[in-house]
């Protein structure tokens, strides 16, 4: 961005002026004016990405406290305290990138981290390795908690024929003690029953 001089700011103090009092600014005292205020606009978003407040930085990353604090010991990133310098951060982060890429290593298609060449870092290689194992036994915990919510489908066509059948011997009760009406409205509910089966491909 072009540095903005003492006479833009004259020139845009004079437009602010002019403006204030309903007059109009000549056309290098609005364009002064919008070159100063770009550059605060400028200068106030940097000021703001240096001093982000942590929680928000938490937000917007979308990790917990604990992954943060693990980053740091091994990254050394600077995440420490209440206030952070994202211009740090993303220094760090692509010093961090470029150290991988020394040792042999890349983010693949598939957007994983992967070995780029023979040779790479041994002890590098053999984090990797954990790391991808503990990423697979956390989608497997994942796996094995959804298998266990889920009702086998026997279960539920096993459960559904039971409360038909239920419900045929309440409705010859029905028929005899109560009335023929009820019966029928019974029958009713028992058909629809059986048409909500076949949707579900339980049908016998």
Known sequence: MKPITEEDRKLAAESRRKRSVGERPTQLESRAQRRVEKAEEYET?????????????IELTGRTHQVLNNQIASHRLPLSGDILDLGAVLRRFHDVLADM??????????????VEREGANSQAVAHLGTWRNIKAQREQLRLD??????????????FLGELAAAMRTGGER????????AYEIH??????????????????
Do not use: M
Request: hydrophobic share 30%.
């Open 45 to 57: 978003k940097r000021s703001a990405y240096r001093t982000c407040p942590k929680p928000i930085y």
């Open 101 to 114: 890429a020394r040792h042999g290593f890349r983010y693949g298609p598939d957007g994983n981290v992967a």
């Open 145 to 158: 908690a959804e298998r266990r919510s889920y009702i086998p489908r026997e279960d539920v066509h096993r």
């Open 174 to 181: 029905l028929q005899r003690e109560v009335s023929p009406i």
């Open 187 to 204: 029958n009713d509910v028992l058909a629809e029953l059986e048409r909500i089966k076949e949707s579900w491909g339980y049908a016998d």
